[in-house]
């Protein structure tokens, strides 16, 4: 089978090689059981506005103060002109393991927007599979992940050339109330009802979504496991000889993922002496960095808590291994992947009832609690360190390999693409 891939974000790209990785995971798997796989990977740059405003700001010697400032003027008109007619001078081939890429970038033919930027994104990613079919062969199949822009694109694939798709939501911004365009959310709607399987990444996640786009069914399908990390020879006692208790959590240094929440219960949780041992490693960068790092200077907690920063795959696995404990602290997740890797080594896990954990995490692998709760997260922490023996690292392990691994996952796809 012939299956062309569409993220809603940039694929695995050399500057950030995590843009991407849920769909480079899935790809992989696909490829390596012999399917056919494509990928397309959209960006947009530049808009009408942005280069009218250019042009004229150079015809009367001023700078625009963007990018174009350093362009002569007939550099912008060329590239006004080919992001209006030419749209295949932005299209590069490339491969990315064994997996053929075709990135485009795009135009914001309005001022940026949620809802204008998907008449350029589209625009492009039509551009784009029209050159990967004349290379490769018309798919048997595409696979949107996010109906934002994925799945609109497929929707205008399907319509011009009559290929199916399936959709698969991971998004976070339906949760949180990000999509408040009407025009966005009847364009979103339309790509559901059209498509021939409609995904998402956990059981909570299906029932929000089904009560904002009525008339869809959502139907449960989880994340994957990270191949590389699926294939690394597992060994149980790999830990530190050390006497800490180690929780690991790893995230982006982001609100949504709430830091705050975890460093307040770990600092409640030392209070105790009993508990003088654990210590809590942060991987992760963003935006939230200077606010966590204040924090845990402020509590005083600079020896037991580590800021790691982004980690590697290799890094992410030794840090793993290192740990006692993974902990989600988050108030929004589709589903929580880090979670599932901690758990492919054994360890148990707590999480938030935040929108993801919910559909696996149960009393044989780990703790669920309720978002926002400072003493909860503390008295599970407590708890785990106390009843460590409580725990099968062997029978977390096979738990997450028979629900996440390579070969569920094909046996899950072979189910929802159209034969």
Same mark, same amino acid.
């Given at each position: 089978? !012939?299956?062309?891939?569409?993220?809603?974000?940039?694929?695995?790209?050399?500057?950030? =090689?995590?843009?991407?990785?849920? +769909?480079?995971?899935?790809?992989?798997?696909?490829?390596?059981?012999?399917?056919?796989?494509?990928?397309?990977?959209?960006?947009?740059?530049?808009?009408?506005?942005?280069?009218?405003?250019?042009?004229?700001?150079?015809?009367?010697?001023?700078?625009?103060?963007?990018?174009?400032?350093?362009?002569?003027?007939?550099?912008?008109?060329?590239?006004?002109?080919?992001?209006?007619?030419?749209?295949?001078?932005?299209?590069?081939?490339?491969?990315?393991?064994?997996?053929?890429?075709?990135?485009?970038?795009?135009?914001?033919?309005?001022?940026?927007?949620?809802?204008?930027?998907?008449?350029?994104?589209?625009?492009?990613?039509?551009?784009?599979?029209?050159?990967?079919?004349?290379?490769? @062969?018309?798919?048997?199949?595409? !696979?949107? =992940?996010?109906?934002?822009? #994925? *799945?609109?694109?497929?929707?205008?694939?399907?319509?011009?050339?009559?290929?199916?798709?399936?959709?698969?939501?991971? #998004?976070?911004? !339906?949760?949180?109330?990000?999509?408040?365009?009407?025009?966005?959310?009847?364009?979103? $709607?339309?790509?559901?009802?059209?498509?021939?399987?409609?995904?998402?990444?956990?059981?909570?996640?299906?029932?929000?979504?089904?009560?904002?786009? *009525? @008339?869809?069914?959502?139907?449960?399908?989880?994340?994957?496991?990270?191949?590389?990390?699926?294939?690394?020879?597992?060994?149980?006692?790999?830990?530190?000889?050390?006497?800490?208790?180690?929780? &690991?959590?790893?995230?982006?240094? $982001?609100?949504?993922?709430? =830091?705050?929440?975890?460093?307040?219960?770990?600092?409640?949780?030392?209070?105790?002496?009993?508990?003088? =041992?654990?210590?809590?490693?942060?991987? *992760?960068?963003?935006?939230?960095?200077?606010?966590?790092?204040?924090?845990?200077?402020?509590?005083?907690?600079?020896?037991?808590?580590?800021?790691?920063? &982004?980690?590697?795959?290799?890094?992410?696995?030794?840090?793993?291994?290192?740990?006692? #404990?993974?902990?989600?602290?988050?108030?929004?997740?589709?589903?929580?992947?880090? &979670?599932?890797?901690?758990?492919?080594?054994?360890?148990?896990?707590?999480?938030?009832?935040?929108? *993801?954990?919910? #559909?696996?995490?149960?009393?044989?692998?780990?703790?669920?609690?309720?978002?926002?709760?400072?003493? +909860?997260?503390?008295?599970?922490?407590?708890? +785990?360190?106390?009843?460590?023996?409580?725990?099968?690292?062997?029978?977390?392990?096979?738990?997450?390999?028979?629900?996440?691994?390579?070969?569920?996952?094909?046996?899950?796809?072979?189910?929802?693409?159209?034969?």
């Amino acid at each position: 089978m !012939h299956v062309f891939i569409i993220p809603p974000e940039e694929f695995v790209p050399q500057r950030n =090689h995590f843009l991407g990785i849920f +769909q480079y995971h899935q790809a992989c798997i696909l490829q390596n059981a012999g399917y056919k796989v494509g990928v397309l990977s959209v960006t947009q740059a530049y808009s009408i506005p942005m280069l009218a405003k250019s042009i004229l700001f150079k015809l009367i010697g001023k700078r625009t103060g963007n990018s174009t400032d350093n362009m002569s003027l007939k550099q912008v008109l060329s590239l006004s002109y080919n992001k209006l007619f030419n749209q295949d001078k932005f299209i590069q081939e490339e491969r990315v393991g064994e997996i053929n890429v075709f990135r485009v970038e795009g135009f914001y033919y309005a001022a940026p927007s949620d809802y204008t930027n998907s008449y350029g994104w589209v625009k492009a990613g039509l551009a784009a599979f029209k050159k990967y079919v004349a290379k490769y @062969g018309m798919p048997d199949v595409v !696979h949107a =992940h996010n109906a934002m822009y #994925s *799945g609109i694109l497929a929707q205008a694939i399907k319509s011009i050339y009559k290929v199916p798709y399936v959709i698969t939501e991971h #998004s976070t911004w !339906h949760a949180r109330g990000l999509i408040n365009d009407r025009r966005l959310h009847n364009l979103l $709607h339309r790509a559901y009802l059209r498509s021939d399987g409609v995904y998402a990444v956990s059981k909570p996640f299906c029932e929000l979504l089904a009560t904002k786009f *009525g @008339g869809v069914t959502f139907n449960y399908f989880p994340n994957v496991l990270d191949p590389f990390l699926e294939a690394y020879e597992y060994t149980p006692a790999t830990k530190s000889t050390t006497n800490d208790f180690v929780f &690991l959590n790893i995230a982006e240094l $982001h609100p949504k993922k709430n =830091h705050k929440l975890l460093i307040e219960a770990f600092a409640a949780l030392k209070k105790q002496s009993k508990y003088a =041992h654990a210590k809590l490693w942060l991987a *992760g960068s963003g935006s939230e960095y200077d606010t966590i790092k204040a924090q845990i200077d402020n509590l005083q907690l600079q020896k037991d808590v580590i800021m790691h920063g &982004l980690l590697s795959r290799q890094r992410i696995l030794e840090a793993i291994q290192q740990s006692d #404990s993974i902990v989600l602290s988050s108030d929004y997740e589709t589903f929580g992947v880090v &979670l599932i890797e901690g758990m492919l080594f054994g360890k148990p896990v707590i999480a938030t009832k935040c929108g *993801g954990p919910e #559909s696996f995490v149960n009393d044989t692998c780990g703790i669920l609690i309720e978002t926002g709760n400072v003493e +909860q997260l503390a008295d599970a922490m407590a708890w +785990q360190m106390d009843n460590q023996d409580v725990y099968s690292a062997t029978s977390i392990r096979n738990y997450a390999l028979d629900q996440f691994g390579a070969a569920s996952f094909l046996r899950k796809i072979n189910e929802i693409y159209p034969n």
